[in-house]
């Protein structure tokens, strides 16, 4: 069984994945915006070039996208998702890619629990936690 997240940017998908492609090395296989839909009647009220959907790659992981039905800002609240780098540098390289516009919440620092471990909010509002283990 895997779990697979389903992020709802509402307008900012295209942005967010372009900025996942360059701070995570993610990938796109797949990615169809509201016009591409086979059921047009479905999507009427929703701007044809907006992201309906969108399977990202990063690493052996998938996270789903989509701007929804784009009204509003996204909210991500009450999760986080966390990496859990090879080593120092790669931790180092990933959190400083994701906290580029974003908030740190938690500097890289180590812990009881781990060689390294910190926390931040991209420019999305999505909390991340990077973890090297020891």
Known sequence: ???????????????????????????????????DSPEPHNCADVDPELIMHANVQIGGNTLMMSDGNGKGGPEFRGFSLTIAPADRAEAERLFNALADGGTIEMPLSETFWATCFGMVTDRFGVSWMINLEG
């Open 1 to 35: 069984m895997k779990i697979e997240p389903y992020l709802c940017f509402n307008g900012q998908c295209e942005q967010a994945i372009e900025f996942y492609r360059q701070a995570l090395d993610a990938e796109v296989p797949l990615m169809m915006r509201f016009k």
